[in-house]
Structures are given as structure tokens and as C-alpha cells.
């Protein structure tokens, strides 16, 4: 039925205009236009052929606003911001280079040609990409990239969405003891009986296996706990970005009356302080002493630590052909070709951005069928933190490092094994269903994902499936 009505639109549309205006380039009526110097050599492609739909606060060309076609187009306008804002890179990360994933998302739609979309070009001839385009596209991303991000990659393997992951920077080995300490102490909590490595165990994939982890006198909680694993990769933390950083983070679990279910640092404290080993090791570190901001920089400062290099497929980015099967290279192009690079790039294969759970079909409505369904307001994603609605059921892409270790899956919790989570994936997030034959390949990829902790595999439950 909506192709009809467009069809119409179209033809309505093409008498109105002549097929001068029609070649005519985008018309933005932009309020201010941010510089687009980011993009380098595509940024004329990019802020006449793409910029009208993925940007918000630019108005929609003229021809919008013509009956009939302003319903299609300003469904496009939504579903495109929906699939990628480039307002977050002009503005909010105006003085941040281009990121991963914008690249990652400009290469799959260039490759695989389907930007703009063919129901709009069919209206707008100008804004067709040429064959030309195309290569200029794809030329900058796989620069941009080099430059940028494939530091430690073999010049090969220079043009993968995914990187190598490297150790960070050495801290002062007294402060990381310390932080280690202050992670497994259970004085942190309230009565004394819950550490952070209760639910972020080290041999356990740096998670608990639950579905929600278990707090203090056995309060349950209402989300799944990521791994503390590669953490410090993510651009912000927590599932719906409420933390900045690992330090920030740190000062939550504390004081959740759910989790350790401390009053304040003062009553923490009171309990550490009458530790005199550990005091002396703290003074050592910290001249100021005991405070919850010195508490917090030791921990995240352990926890810049939890960084798992040497998986097969680190190997394989940095040259090994051998490292990987042929099965497991090809659940890797796979896991290209299905979208999934999109969103999971990067050393940590994800935390780099927030997308939509239900970008391409009903999540929530398709999971009230599942008798363990309970709709709760983590459910609301980043919205959850930001408060607007723009930002509801857009959650932090989880890293994929480890991930055989890490199950159950996603933020609820409730996809057991790694073929359910794909075919969500699949389904609501890179709307393409997953065959079968397919998903074996891509799990068979993910589990080279696994690596090193302090030289050893990292420790945990393998799914089976
Ligand atoms: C007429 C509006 C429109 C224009 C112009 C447009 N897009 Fe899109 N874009 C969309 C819509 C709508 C979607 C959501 C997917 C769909 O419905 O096909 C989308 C999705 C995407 C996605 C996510 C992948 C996906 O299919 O969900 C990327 C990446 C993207 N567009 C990049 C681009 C680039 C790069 C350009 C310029 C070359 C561009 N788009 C031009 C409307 C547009
Ligand atoms: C009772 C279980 C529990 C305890 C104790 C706990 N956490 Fe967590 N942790 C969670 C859950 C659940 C989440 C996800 C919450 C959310 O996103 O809203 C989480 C999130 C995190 C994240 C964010 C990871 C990401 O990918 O966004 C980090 C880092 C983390 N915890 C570290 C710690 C540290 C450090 C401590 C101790 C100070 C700690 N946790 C104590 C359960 C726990
Ligand atoms: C549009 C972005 C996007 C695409 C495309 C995408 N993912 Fe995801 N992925 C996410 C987000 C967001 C989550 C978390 C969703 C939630 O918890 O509600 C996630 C979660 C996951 C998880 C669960 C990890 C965990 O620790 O809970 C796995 C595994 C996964 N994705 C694999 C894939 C695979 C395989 C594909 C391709 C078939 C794919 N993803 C495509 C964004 C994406």
C-alpha cells in the first residue's frame, strides 16, 4: 500500500517540479551550519546527500513539505536519524575525529549501495550517488582509518572495522594494588557482605551469569551486569551512559541501596580507616588521605587494568593468517556483511555508541510473549539518563570481547545463549534474519574474541551455544 501512495506522490511530485528543480541539490534552510570538516574529502557528499535525513535541526527540503510526500519523507527523516545522527558528530563531537562507528555505518550503506534510499532518489535524481562517490567513500573511510585507528593492525588488516586491542598505558603499580584491594573488599558495602567482585567476578568473565545480579541481604536487581572486562574501552558507563567514566562509575555501586547498600563515603570510611596496613598502603598512594574520590581513583585505576589482549583474532589484525579457521574467517565476514560491524567496532567491538534496541522491529512488543517478560524502566535505555524521548530504547553497545563468557545476554538479561542473541540482533537491530548455517559461522567468530588476562585465557563459563 505505501508504495502506491508514493507512486502517485512521485508523479504528482515530478509534474510539480520539472526535472530542472529535481537536479537541483538539497535544499538546507539550516539554521547554522555546523563545519563539516570532519568528513574531509566527502564532506560535499555527505552534507548534500545525506546530511537531510540524518541530521537533526536541519529543516527538511522544500518538496517535504508537499502533501503526500511529507508523510514518507518524514518517516524516512525519523528512521534515518534513528540509524545515524550525524548531529552527534557535528556537534556533540565537534572536536573529536570522525568515529568508528560513523565509518563502520558509512562503508556497509556504500558497499552495499542502499544510501539515499532508492524511494527518495526515485524523486530527488541529484541526490543519486554516482559510482564515483561511491569510491570516494570508501577511499576515505579506509584512510580515515588507517590514520586514525588501525594503529597496531598489520598495514593488511589496516581496513577492519574492529582493532587490535592493546594493554593501556602502565599506571603507578602501588595505586593499581591498591584499587584491587579496595574492588574485592567487602567493607564497601553496607553490612559487609558484598564486594564489586560479587558481581564482577575475574574468573567468571568478569560478570555473575545472572540474569540480575544479586545485592546485599538478596536484593535482586533490575538489569544485567556487564563485564568490568575492556570497560575502560566504553565511551561512557552503565548501560544507559549515566557515568562518565570509570571513576565516576565506581561511586555508584556503593551507595545503591540495591547493590552494597552503603549510606555514604563517611561510613565506608570509618570501617577502612581502622584497617592500619591498609591505610598506610592508602596514605602511600594518596597524601590527602581517605576520601571517596581517592577510594574511586584506585579502583578505576584497577580496573584500566582488566584489559584482555592476544584473542585468535588479535593475532589474525595483527597478521597471522593462521590464527583463525575458515569457518572463523568467515563468520567474521559475515559478521560484516550482517551489519553486526556496524554497531560492535573498534578494540572493545562495541561501547563505542548508543543504538536502538528496536531500530528495525517491536523488541519490547515481541518480548511481552516471553512468559519471563517484566517490562521496568531500565527498559527506557539512555532516556533513562538523558530524559528525552529522543533517547528511549537506546542502550551502550555492549563490548563482544569475551563474549562466550559473558552470558545471559543483552540488558535484560533474558537471551540465554549466543544463537538467541544473534537472531535478536538479526531482527531488531540490523533487520536481516540470520540463517541457521550463518549464525554457526558468527558464533564460531565471536569465540576467537576470547583473550588474555595477566597471560593466561580469561576464566569463565563457555556457552555451549
Ligand atoms: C531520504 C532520506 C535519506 C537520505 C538522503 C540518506 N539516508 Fe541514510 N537512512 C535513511 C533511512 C530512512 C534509514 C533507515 C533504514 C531504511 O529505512 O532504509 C537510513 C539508514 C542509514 C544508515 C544505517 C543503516 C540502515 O540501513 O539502517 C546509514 C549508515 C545511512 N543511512 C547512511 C547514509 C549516508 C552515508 C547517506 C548519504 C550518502 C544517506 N544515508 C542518505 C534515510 C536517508
Ligand atoms: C550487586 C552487584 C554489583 C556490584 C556489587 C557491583 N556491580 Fe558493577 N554493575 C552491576 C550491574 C547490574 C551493572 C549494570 C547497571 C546499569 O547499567 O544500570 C554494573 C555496571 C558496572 C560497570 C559498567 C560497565 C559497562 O559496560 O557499562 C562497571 C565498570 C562496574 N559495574 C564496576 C563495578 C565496580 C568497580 C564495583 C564496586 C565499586 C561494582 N561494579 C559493584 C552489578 C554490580
Ligand atoms: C544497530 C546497532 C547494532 C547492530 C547492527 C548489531 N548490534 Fe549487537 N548489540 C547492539 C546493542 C545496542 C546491544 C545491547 C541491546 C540491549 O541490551 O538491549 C547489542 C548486544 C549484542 C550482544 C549481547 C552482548 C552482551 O554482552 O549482552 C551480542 C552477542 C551481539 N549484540 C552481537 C551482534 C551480532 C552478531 C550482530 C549482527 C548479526 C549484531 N550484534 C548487530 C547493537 C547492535
Same mark, same amino acid.
Given at each position: 500500500?505505501?508504495?502506491?501512495? %508514493? ?19 538539497? /535544499? ?6 555546523? $563545519? ?20 537533526? #535541526? ?5 518538496y517535504s513539505k508537499i502533501p503526500g510526500i511529507k508523510d514518507i519523507i518524514e518517516k524516512d527523516y525519523r528512521d534515518g536519524l534513528r540509524a545515524l545522527d550525524l548531529k552527534t558528530e557535528l556537534v556533540e563531537r565537534k572536536d573529536a575525529p570522525v568515529s568508528e562507528v560513523t565509518l563502520a555505518k558509512m562503508e556497509w550503506v556504500t558497499e552495499n549501495k542502499t544510501m539515499p534510499p532508492a524511494k527518495f532518489t526515485a524523486v530527488h535524481w541529484g541526490s543519486r550517488m554516482s559510482d564515483v562517490d561511491h569510491k570516494a567513500v570508501l577511499d576515505w573511510v579506509a584512510t580515515t582509518r588507517a590514520k586514525l585507528y588501525a594503529t ?34 567487602? *567493607? ?20 555473575? =551469569? ?27 558507563? %552503565? ?12 561511586? #555508584? ?59 585468535? %583474532? ?27 560491524? $556496524?554497531?560492535?567496532? #573498534? ?5 563505542? $555508541? ?9 523488541? %519490547?512488543?515481541? *518480548? ?12 527506557? #535505555? ?23 563468557? +559473558? ?25 536481516? =534474519? ?13 569465540? +576467537? ?11 569463565? $563459563? /563457555?556457552?555451549?551455544?
Amino acid at each position: 500500500m505505501g508504495k502506491n501512495t %508514493f507512486c502517485t506522490a512521485t508523479l504528482a511530485l515530478a509534474a510539480l517540479l520539472g526535472s530542472a528543480a529535481m537536479n537541483a541539490p538539497a /535544499v538546507m534552510a539550516a539554521q547554522e551550519k555546523p $563545519s563539516m570538516e570532519k568528513f574531509a574529502a566527502v564532506s560535499g557528499i555527505v552534507g548534500e546527500k545525506c546530511m537531510p535525513c540524518h541530521s537533526k #535541526g536541519y529543516d527538511l527540503p522544500f518538496y517535504s513539505k508537499i502533501p503526500g510526500i511529507k508523510d514518507i519523507i518524514e518517516k524516512d527523516y525519523r528512521d534515518g536519524l534513528r540509524a545515524l545522527d550525524l548531529k552527534t558528530e557535528l556537534v556533540e563531537r565537534k572536536d573529536a575525529p570522525v568515529s568508528e562507528v560513523t565509518l563502520a555505518k558509512m562503508e556497509w550503506v556504500t558497499e552495499n549501495k542502499t544510501m539515499p534510499p532508492a524511494k527518495f532518489t526515485a524523486v530527488h535524481w541529484g541526490s543519486r550517488m554516482s559510482d564515483v562517490d561511491h569510491k570516494a567513500v570508501l577511499d576515505w573511510v579506509a584512510t580515515t582509518r588507517a590514520k586514525l585507528y588501525a594503529t597496531n593492525a598489520a598495514p593488511k588488516r589496516a581496513n577492519e572495522p574492529i582493532q587490535p586491542i592493546q594493554p593501556l598505558p602502565q599506571e603507578s603499580p602501588a595505586k593499581v594494588a591498591l584499587g584491587e584491594k579496595l574492588y574485592n573488599d567487602k *567493607r564497601l558495602s553496607g553490612d559487609n557482605t558484598v564486594a564489586c567482585v560479587t558481581c564482577h567476578q575475574l574468573d567468571q568473565g568478569g560478570i555473575d =551469569n545472572l540474569r540480575y545480579s544479586e545485592g546485599i541481604k538478596k536484593q535482586v536487581g533490575g538489569i544485567n551486569a556487564p563485564t568490568v572486562f575492556n570497560a575502560a574501552f566504553n565511551v561512557r558507563q %552503565f548501560w544507559n551512559g549515566r557515568a562518565a567514566d570509570l571513576q565516576e562509575q565506581a561511586g #555508584g555501586p556503593p551507595f545503591n541501596p540495591i547493590e552494597m547498600g552503603s549510606k555514604d563515603w563517611n561510613e565506608v570510611i570509618a570501617k577502612l580507616k581502622e584497617d592500619k596496613e591498609l591505610t598506610e598502603a592508602f596514605t602511600a598512594v594518596y597524601a590527602d588521605g581517605w576520601s571517596g574520590k581517592n577510594i574511586t581513583d584506585a579502583i578505576a585505576a584497577f580496573e584500566r587494568t582488566l584489559v584482555t589482549p592476544d584473542s585468535r %583474532f588479535d593475532l589474525w589484525l595483527k597478521g597471522d593468517d593462521k590464527a583463525l579457521t575458515e569457518q572463523e574467517l568467515r563468520g567474521y565476514n559475515l559478521f560484516k556483511a550482517y551489519r553486526c560491524a $556496524s554497531c560492535h567496532t #573498534g578494540k572493545a567491538v562495541g561501547g563505542q $555508541s548508543f543504538e536502538y534496541v528496536d531500530l528495525k522491529g517491536p523488541y %519490547f512488543a515481541d *518480548r511481552a510473549k516471553n512468559p519471563n517478560d517484566k517490562p521496568s524502566d531500565e527498559d527506557l #535505555g539512555l532516556m533513562g539518563f538523558t530524559k528525552n524521548p529522543d533517547d528511549k530504547h537506546r542502550f551502550k553497545v555492549p563490548t563482544l570481547r569475551n563474549v562466550e563468557l +559473558t552470558a545471559p545476554y543483552m540488558h535484560d538479561g533474558l537471551a540465554l545463549t549466543l544463537d538467541e542473541t544473534i537472531d535478536i540482533m538479526g531482527k531488531y537491530l540490523s533487520g536481516m =534474519n540470520v540463517p541457521p548455517k550463518d549464525r554457526e559461522d558468527i558464533t564460531a567468530f565471536l569465540r +576467537t574474541l576470547t583473550g588474555k588476562y595477566k597471560g593466561e585465557p580469561v576464566k569463565g $563459563s /563457555v556457552v555451549k551455544k
